[in-house]
C-alpha cells in the first residue's frame, strides 16, 4: 500500500484487528521513508455496481464518494469513527443488494437519505438539502413540513 504522505511504495504493517463488528480488518501501517503512519481497512466487496448519473453517464460506484458525502452530513454530529463507517457499511450493502446492476443515482440518494432518516435527523436534512438541491426556499419549507408529520 502506497504511503499517502511521501508516496513510498513500501509500507510496513504494524497493527491488524478486526473492525466494525467483524466487518472489517483495520491496518496501521508505517511508512519508514518519512515516517508517518495511516490507517486502512479490509472489506469484503459482494459487487461491483454502476451508477448512472442523471446525465446518462456510467460511473463506477466509488465508496470513498459515499463515505466523504455522508461525512461532510454528519460532521460534527455525536457519531464516532467506528459507527459512521458502519452506516457506509450499512449502505453499500442496501446498493448490493438492489436487483439490477446499474443503480441510477438518483436511487442511491434515497438509499442514502432513508439511512440517514434512521440515524440522524440534522444529518438527513444537510444531506437531502444538499442532494435535492432546492431551488427555491419553497421546496426546503415543504420538505420540512413533511419531516414533522413523522
Ligand atoms: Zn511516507
Do not use: H, W
Not at 436511487?107 to 432546492?134: C, H, P, T, W
Request: glycine fraction near 4%; proline fraction near 3%; hydrophobic fraction near 35%.
Amino acid at each position: 500500500m502506497r504511503c499517502p504522505f511521501c508516496g513510498n511504495e513500501e509500507t510496513q504493517v504494524k497493527d491488524s484487528r478486526p473492525a466494525e463488528e467483524g466487518a472489517a480488518i483495520r491496518r496501521r501501517r508505517f511508512c519508514a521513508q518519512c515516517s508517518n503512519r495511516f490507517t486502512t481497512f479490509e472489506r469484503t466487496q459482494l459487487r461491483d455496481l454502476t451508477i448512472v448519473k442523471t446525465d446518462g453517464r456510467r460511473v463506477l460506484f466509488d465508496r470513498e464518494k459515499l463515505s466523504r458525502s455522508i461525512r461532510i452530513a454528519m460532521r460534527k454530529r455525536p457519531f464516532d469513527e467506528d459507527r459512521i463507517e458502519r452506516i457506509v457499511n450499512d449502505i453499500q450493502r442496501r446498493l448490493e443488494s438492489e436487483t439490477e446492476a446499474e443503480i441510477p443515482s438518483r436511487r442511491v440518494g434515497e438509499i442514502v437519505m432513508d439511512k440517514l432518516r434512521e440515524v440522524d435527523q440534522v444529518a438527513y436534512v444537510r444531506f437531502a438539502s444538499v442532494y435535492q438541491n432546492f431551488s427555491e426556499a419553497r421546496d426546503f419549507q415543504s420538505f420540512l413540513g413533511k419531516l414533522d408529520k413523522r
